[in-house]
């Protein structure tokens, strides 16, 4: 069975930062395409970062240079490093992995606020 399970999450002030990450089991995350995705309140779930098959790794617009996605091999988990934080990142993220099919993690709250 694929578990995908999130944490790192929590309070931040704007400006802050904060580290997802994401353990896998019953997958081997290292070999396939992953991704960070989220969804703020109100609004669609949206890509923000993914490592494609190929290795090449994609962020989108709002998180290019704040944001870093990576994943260890070892441990089979991946992160997302995220930096200079905005009260617009607020959202329930979620990370993902590509086998067939696509696997989905529950989501981890992060709240940036002062």
């Known amino acids: 069975q694929v578990q995908l399970v999130e944490s790192g999450g929590g309070l931040v002030q704007p400006g802050g930062s904060l580290t997802l990450s994401c353990a896998a089991s019953?997958?081997?995350?290292?070999?396939?395409?992953v991704g960070w995705y989220r969804q703020s309140p109100g609004k669609q779930r949206e890509l923000v970062a993914r490592?494609?098959?190929?290795?090449?790794?994609v962020y989108v617009a709002h998180a290019q240079g704040r944001f870093m996605i990576s994943r260890d091999k070892d441990k089979n988990t991946m992160a997302l490093e995220m930096t200079n934080l905005q009260r617009e990142d607020t959202a329930v993220y979620f990370c993902?992995?590509?086998?067939?099919?696509?696997?989905w993690g529950k989501g981890i709250l992060v709240t940036v606020s002062s």
């Open positions: 993902t992995a590509d086998s067939r099919v696509s696997y």
């Open positions: 019953g997958i081997t995350l290292s070999t396939i395409p």
């Open positions: 490592i494609d098959s190929d290795g090449v790794i």
